[in-house]
């Protein structure tokens, strides 16, 4: 699915892109993550499209988390990509 080794651990967010959904606290989640465990196969699949998605594509280029972090964008199959994660992530504010 999606390139990613049934190895790895999945989390999952959904939503739309935008700043009250908070996608940037699943990125920092995933930068702590990746650098607490820097062997573990975890990726964030953060799933929506909006306004903040060049700003969120730029985060995760700058903190280096193109492995770790995949911005998904709107996915028309996203009941499709739920029961492969093996967590859901919801931030609030």
């Given at each position: 699915m999606l390139g990613?080794?049934?190895e790895s651990f999945v989390c999952i967010?959904?939503?739309c892109a935008h700043a009250y959904k908070r996608f940037d606290f699943v990125i920092g989640?995933?930068?702590l993550v990746a650098k607490a465990?820097?062997?573990s196969s975890v990726?964030?699949?953060p799933v929506g499209d909006g306004p903040a998605m060049d700003d969120l594509q730029r985060l995760v280029r700058n903190?280096?988390?193109e492995d770790t972090v995949r911005l998904l964008g709107f996915r028309?199959?996203?009941r499709k990509l739920?029961?492969?994660a093996n967590a859901a992530m919801r931030a609030f504010r």
């Open positions: 990613i080794s049934e967010t959904t939503g989640t995933a930068e465990l820097p062997d990726v964030f699949l903190k280096n988390l028309s199959d996203t739920l029961p492969a």
